[in-house]
């Protein structure tokens, strides 16, 4: 059974452009999350979405979003980079919080 | 609101030697409890998880966690620390919708 995929594994942009990450799940699991990782820091929660739905994101601005699509997949948007955004994206999925949460592993996004 | 602590930010420990981390948390209910272990610039693995039943839970690569309800606590133990086992560890919450996360601790091994 595949496990959570993330792409592009790696990612470079400048300042200002936007990216776009992707994740899909586990089959069968309808929540996906989103956590950021700056270097030398744990994780810091962004988005959670489950059945399509945003139900909560982190402390964040509004240029970080991202939707969920019908097959579960998730993709994380960033508009506007700014150097700061440097860091892991690390995308995890779960059965609707009832399970454990299964990571992919990961997005490095360098802005230059 | 739910919270994980972790108090120890790095630890040094010889190999052979045995390791605890400790982890305490801050939740109303039964809480799902996880300890994850990430090796640099890799995602998060799974290594135990508590959801109910016995309070002492085995995991993966010979690890071990005792679920204290009265400390609010979920130590991570190994009797014999491998060289292989320097990484950073997490320890998690679940309510059932999310998960919460400690800062991690990051885990040196000496030869």
């Known amino acids: 059974e595949a496990g959570v995929t993330q792409s592009p594994t790696h990612l470079i942009k400048t300042r200002g452009q936007q990216a776009t990450l992707r994740c899909s799940p586990i089959s069968g699991h309808t929540s996906v999350y989103w956590y950021q990782q700056a270097l030398g820091l744990g994780l810091q929660f962004l988005l959670w979405y489950d059945e399509g739905e945003e139900r909560n994101r982190g402390n964040f601005p509004p240029r970080f979003s991202g939707r969920q699509f019908p097959n579960y997949s998730s993709e994380l948007n960033v508009n506007a980079l700014e150097l700061e955004d440097s860091a892991l994206y690390l995308c995890a999925s779960s059965w609707r919080g009832y399970t454990e949460a299964f990571f992919g592993q990961g997005t490095r996004l360098t802005v230059v | 609101a739910q919270s994980v602590t972790q108090p120890d930010i790095h630890i040094t420990v010889s190999e052979g030697a045995s390791l605890e981390l400790r982890c305490n948390y801050s939740?109303?209910?039964?809480?799902?409890l996880f300890w994850y272990v990430q090796s640099p610039g890799q995602g998060l693995q799974l290594l135990l998880k508590?959801?109910?039943?016995?309070?002492l839970v085995q995991g993966i690569k010979g690890f071990e966690a005792e679920f204290k309800r009265s400390q609010s606590s979920f130590n991570l133990r190994k009797p014999s620390v491998h060289w292989s086992d320097a990484a950073e560890y997490f320890c998690a919450v679940g309510d059932g919708n999310q998960f919460y996360f400690g800062t991690g601790t990051s885990l040196t091994v000496i030869p």
């Open positions: 508590y959801f109910s039943g016995d309070t």
């Open positions: 939740y109303g209910a039964t809480p799902y």
